[in-house]
């Protein structure tokens, strides 16, 4: 088993939601750190560990992102991270699913992942020579679930923002020598 500390350079969580009920509304968090338990010969995740900072959250419209980390929504300056544990791992032959706890605004809930590992790459000496992989995950998780029930209603019984929000993880992970 071996251990893989995820690349801050080259690791990034987004997010994607419905709004207006017509089109959806994307950001990202590009501060994300964390590290995994994983064995390249047997393709098995034995832990995961993946840590958000909110501050780092950016979907491309300032007033947006300003209102996101407010009270109304991710409350930073009282939870500034999001995390997500691993509880079970039913990864084999790099895909499966990894059961954890996602805490957003202090409230912790079950959530599972859809993952798939990539890798290892043996990088030239050139580039720092480190043995990297990648992972993908990613899950829906209902928003409300987690205090984030901010909304606006609009006619006709529809709601400014939906109540599922589309979450992938995309990184890489250095082997820890």
């Known amino acids: 088993m071996a251990n893989w500390t995820f690349d801050p350079d080259h690791t990034v969580a987004a997010f994607a939601i419905q709004h207006l009920t017509i089109a959806k509304v994307r950001g990202q968090f590009n501060k994300v750190g964390g590290f995994m338990s994983y064995d390249p010969a ?5 832990d995961l560990q ?9 979907t491309g419209i300032k007033k947006r992102d300003i209102h996101l980390v407010s009270p109304d929504f991710f409350d930073a300056v009282k939870n500034p991270e999001i995390t997500f544990r691993s ?7 790099n895909r499966g699913r990894i059961s954890g706890e996602l805490t957003i605004r202090g409230i912790s809930r079950p959530v599972v ?3 798939t590992v990539t890798g290892p790459v043996k990088l030239p000496a050139d580039f720092g020579g480190e043995t990297t992989i990648g992972l993908a995950a990613r899950t829906t998780i209902n928003r409300e679930e987690f205090g984030l029930d901010w909304n606006v209603a609009l006619d006709g019984g529809a709601v400014m923002i939906a109540k599922e929000v589309e979450i992938t993880l995309d990184g890489e992970a250095d082997l820890e020598e």
């Open 42 to 46: 047997t393709g098995v995740i034995h």
């Open 50 to 58: 993946v840590t958000i900072d909110i501050s780092s959250l950016h």
């Open 87 to 93: 509880t079970g791992c039913e990864v084999t032959s």
């Open 113 to 115: 992942l859809e993952v």
